[in-house]
T-cell receptor, first 112, second 116 residues
Framework: GQQLNQSPQSMFIQEGEDVSMNCTSS?????WLWYKQDPGEGPVLLIA?????ELTSNGRLTAQFGITRKDSFLNISASIPSDVGIYFC????????????FGTGTLLAVQP | DTEVTQTPKHLVMGMTNKKSLKCEQH?????MYWYKQKAKKPPELMFV???????INESVPSRFSPECPNSSLLNLHLHALQPEDSALYLC???????????????FGSGTQLSVL
């Protein structure tokens, strides 16, 4: 079935480094959501994107809606230890139910 | 209040037990959702309620029984579960049914369920 593929699968970086991750689909999406999940907690919405080419920031986080409508990108600048977690993209599947599906996730580990 | 509250935080149950998970939101959201998440995997949709009516059941086994008593509450009744049902169960809500309006989806902290 339809899947959102995230890359990289995991990242191990030093505190202060910038981070880039992406999410790709074989189909066109009209909305992209980015979530962060801490261990044992629910996903927390970071950024929502609704328009192709849109660039939206939330503090040190910046996300972009790809112009092909088949991808989205998330950047984190000057990473800190509390950025550790799993980052999921999500988008609507379309069709009759327009179900929201989640990407495969990117695990981020930050070394102090 | 922008929270979705789930109880209990952790639950251990035997395969013959009956238990319930509870979810509450006071944001005036009219759509509520149950998701199941296995470790290191993305959340998977189980049920959607819109205006207190079941809108989507993702072919979930009948040992999981959802209930929406009112617009603020969502329950998930569990009976005769299997060990493979052990997972993090997440409740979520949105202002209106996500499928129609692409609303932002807000999640609770989840219930970590272990079936022995």
């Amino acid at each position: 079935g339809q899947q959102l593929n995230q890359s990289p699968q995991s990242m191990f970086i030093q505190e202060g480094e910038d981070v880039s991750m992406n999410c790709t689909s074989s189909s066109i999406f009209n909305t992209w959501l980015w979530y962060k999940q801490d261990p044992g907690e629910g996903p927390v919405l970071l950024i929502a994107l609704y328009k192709a080419g849109e660039l939206t920031s939330n503090g040190r986080l910046t996300a972009q809606f790809g112009i092909t409508r088949k991808d989205s990108f998330l950047n984190i600048s000057a990473s800190i230890p509390s950025d550790v977690g799993i980052y999921f993209c999500a988008g609507p599947l379309g069709g009759a139910t327009n179900k929201l599906i989640f990407g495969t996730g990117t695990l981020l580990a930050v070394q102090p | 209040d922008t929270e979705v509250t789930q109880t209990p935080k952790h639950l251990v149950m035997g395969m013959t037990n009956k238990k319930s998970l509870k979810c509450e939101q006071h944001m005036g959201h009219r759509a509520m959702y149950w998701y199941k998440q296995k470790a290191k995997k993305p959340p998977e949709l189980m049920f959607v309620y819109s205006y207190e009516k079941l809108s989507i059941n993702e072919s979930v086994p009948s040992r999981f029984s959802p209930e929406c008593p009112n617009s603020s509450l969502l329950n998930l009744h569990l009976h005769a579960l299997q060990p493979e049902d052990s997972a993090l169960y997440l409740c979520a809500s949105s202002l209106f049914f996500w499928g129609a309006t692409n609303e932002k989806l807000f999640f609770g902290s989840g219930t970590q369920l272990s079936v022995l």
